[in-house]
Each structure stands twice: as C-alpha cells, then as structure tokens.
C-alpha cells in the first residue's frame, strides 16, 4: 500500500508538471466555490450560535472559549469576508464587533490565541475598514493583557485576568513567548505607545537567549526561572509561530535582530530536523541539547514551514516539505494531525480544519507560479468541502481514513482555512506580499517601516 500511495503522488506530480496551465476560468470557479463555503459556513453560526464564540455544526449549539463570549468566530472572519468581497458577511460581522464585543469581562484569557486572533484581527480590521472603533477595541484588548508580561524574564504568563490583570501558569512554549511581536509592534506603529513593542520583543528575544549550543530552542519552559522543563524540540505546536514570527518581524519591521535569529534557528532547523524521505521532505522531533531524534513525528501543524521557507527566499527546500505534505494528504484521505513518516502510519487520526498545508500552497504558488500547488490546492479545498460539510457549516475530521466528524468549526476555518482557499485562486493584486505580512492566524498587516 505505502509503494501504491507513493506512486500515485509520483504520477501527480509528473502529470501536472506536463500539463496545460490552470484556467483563468477554473481559478474563478474555485473563488467561487470558497465565497460559497464561507457564506453557508457564516449562515449556520448565525442562525444556531449568533453572539458566541463558535458554531457547533453538527448539534447545531454555540461554543464559548470562557464564561462571556469574546466573538471569536465574528472577530476572526471579518477580514476574509472582506477581502471576499462578502459585504453583507462584513458589515453583519462589524456591526456586532463595535456594539458586542467587550474586554471588560470577569475571565482570564490565554494570551497568545486571544492576541492572534483578536489583536490581530482588531488591528487589521481597523487597516482594512478605517473605522478607529477597531483600534480602540485593540488598544483596550492589548493594555490589558499587558500585566502578563511582568515577570523577572520578560516572557509572559500563559493567562491574564482581563479585568483584574491576576496572572496564572508559568510553564510556557516558544510558541506562546514568541508569537506576539507583530500584533503588539503594530499596535505600537498605529497608537504611539512603545510599551507594546518593547514588551513582545523583550519576550521573543528572552526565548531565543535560551537556545541551545545548537540553536534550537525546547518545547516547555518556565518563564519566571528561564529553565526548560521539556527540552524536546521540533518545528510543531508549542515552537511553530515562534519560528515564523522571527522572520515576519525582519519583514513587517525591518528588525534587523529578528533578521539574524531566523538565519540562525532555519539553519539549525533544517540541520537538524529534516529528514529527507522518498515521498518528500519532513520534520522529526529530536533533543535541542543533543540533536538525537526522539520521535519520527510530522503532522498537519507543521505544514507551515514549507510556505515560511518559499517566503524567505527557499523555494527549492519548500518543494521538496510541499510534497511531503501533500503524501500525507493523499496517503490518508486528509492529513491527519501527526503520523509518523518512518512506518508511514497515523499517531493522531484527527483533521480539525487546519490551513497549513493550503498557507504553504499559497506561498509557493506565489513563488513560483507552478500550476502543480493550484492543482494541489483545487484537491484540498474540495476535500474539505464535500468531506466536511454538515447542514449548518462544516465540521472537523475525527478521523481522516473514516471521514468520521467531530463538533466542531473553529474560528481559524473562517480567518485561516477559507483565507488562503481563496487567496491561491484569486489575483495576486488582491493581497501584495511586498506590502502586508499575514501574522499566524492570517490577518493581514501592513508593512509601514519608516525611510
């Protein structure tokens, strides 16, 4: 089975590398199709959970993250529905944005994916739309998570109480210390205030000051010690956007110190970590002290890299990763959430509607102009459409060789999964990667760096 699966993606491959170009018509097709997903997916959130956090599509129930509803999947989904050309969806999810959303609520939040997708998407917002409400919300969003920063290391608590500023749980993740600096820098440029800036940098450069002798970095570590508790490394989650926000930052700021610690982590990264197999390149998991693998594990998170490497200038290390992901997608039915690519066997059967592997489809199309990653995009955005579908939106996978589902659509299927779905197909002057710089979860900022 496993020399059958590699040689239908051999064929594929070779087939779209001969073939004709992809139509300007099939790209139009394809965006239509998207902006239809997106509108049914938006239709069913209305309709059975209106006002809260997510939809549950098969029940048909809403979802809170915490006690009050923080408007995740509005919040998240109004940039896409933007930059789809959904006015109805926009000013719907806008509306409810400035008259709902509030901060001033009795709950702790997690910092990073409260600052990924609410920061982030505030602050776009206000770029996309001009209306400084969105700034507001931001600025008010971004002061109070501020206190979780002021711990002897700089590197913040994972949660902070919104209206209280009470912080709690010290063992953090690259991933968490350093996946703030472009939502909080923005948020510097559009109000005046350095303290942000100051803060999220201070964060990035304090986990990065405790790399190893190999320039890698570990997956636990405690931010009012400096100690690692876990010094397992790889480029998954808990480590993955710590990675790509030390090359965003050198492009969204012209940091020149982010410039170095990317240049100095993706070459111990691929030093270290890449594995190169017969059905494509991946990513292991190994001791950061050491460099000894500890595990052969590659899954739909680290999907990334492949577009991050083609965005910074290695497009031909990123084929090789694009078609790695691209086995495991095929291999499967969908990716699932990790398999490990020695037996070529599945560790965690799960598909939760994740976007990398179509981020990295995005990049390297945009790179290269090679119809093989709109072919490979037009079959993962239909696989998801027609496998994932519920009759109020669409659901995760429990298990990708069963297509059986879970109750769930997270708000990253809107601002992330439908994103780039369209963004591959659509014209390339829609998006302009020399003027934005897409931050983790896919909202769009602006490149402002001062002559």
């Not at 969105?134 to 949660?159: Q, V």
């Not at 205030?193 to 990065?208: H, M, P, Q, R, V």
């Not at 990295?360 to 027609?386: A, E, P, Q, W």
Request: hydrophobic letters at 40%.
């Amino acid at each position: 089975m496993q020399k059958i699966a590699f040689l239908l993606a051999l064929l594929f491959f070779q087939n779209t590398l001969t073939a004709q170009t992809f139509s300007e018509k099939e790209k139009q097709e394809m965006c239509v199709k998207v902006k239809e997903a997106c509108r049914f997916a938006w239709n069913g959130y209305k309709k059975y959970a209106w006002g809260s956090d997510a939809l549950r599509p098969i029940s048909h129930t809403p979802q809170n993250w915490y006690k009050h509803s923080l408007l995740m999947t509005p919040v998240d989904g109004f940039d896409t529905f933007t930059l789809l050309g959904l006015k109805e969806e926009a000013k719907e999810a806008k509306d409810i944005i400035l008259t709902k959303l509030d901060f001033n609520v009795d709950d702790e939040v997690q910092v990073f994916e409260v600052t990924i997708r609410l920061l982030g998407s505030l602050i776009t917002a206000y770029e996309l739309d001009g209306d400084k409400r969105f700034l507001n919300k931001a600025e008010d969003l971004g002061r109070r998570l501020l206190p979780a920063f002021k711990t002897s290391t700089g590197m913040p608590y994972r949660y902070v109480h919104l209206q209280t500023g009470a912080v709690r749980d010290a063992l953090s993740n690259p991933a968490e210390t350093g996946t703030l600096f472009l939502e909080f820098g923005k948020l510097t440029q559009l109000t005046g205030d350095s303290s942000f800036y100051k803060a999220a940098k201070t964060s990035l450069i304090e986990t990065y000051n405790r790399r190893s002798k190999l320039n890698l970095v570990g997956s636990v570590i405690n931010i009012t010690t400096g100690q690692w508790t876990d010094t397992e490394t790889h480029i998954s989650g808990g480590i993955d956007s710590y990675y790509e926000y030390v090359y965003k930052a050198w492009l969204l700021f012209g940091d020149k110190d982010c410039l170095h610690i990317w240049n100095e982590h993706n070459t111990a990264v691929k030093k270290y970590l890449l594995r190169k197999e017969n059905n494509g390149w991946f990513f292991t998991h190994a001791d950061m002290n050491t460099g000894k693998e500890t595990f052969p594990y590659y899954g739909a998170l680290d999907a990334f890299y492949a577009g991050l490497l083609a965005l910074s200038g290695d497009v031909a290390t990123a084929k090789k990763i694009q078609q790695g992901n691209f086995y495991m997608w095929t291999k499967f039915n969908m990716e699932p959430e990790e398999f490990n690519f020695k037996t070529d066997t599945i560790v965690y059967a799960s598909y939760p509607l994740r976007p990398e592997i179509l981020e990295s489809c995005f990049y390297l199309y945009r790179s290269t102009h090679s119809k093989v990653y709109l072919d490979m995009g037009k079959r993962i955005v239909n696989d998801i459409l027609l496998h994932c579908k519920t009759d109020a939106g669409y659901a995760a996978v429990r298990n990708v060789q069963t297509y059986k589902l879970a109750d769930s659509m997270e708000s990253f299927f809107f601002a992330e999964t439908l994103k780039y779905s369209y963004l591959l197909f659509a014209p390339e002057s829609l998006v302009n990667l020399k003027k934005i710089v897409f931050n983790t979860e896919a909202h769009p900022l602006k490149i402002n760096i001062p002559k």
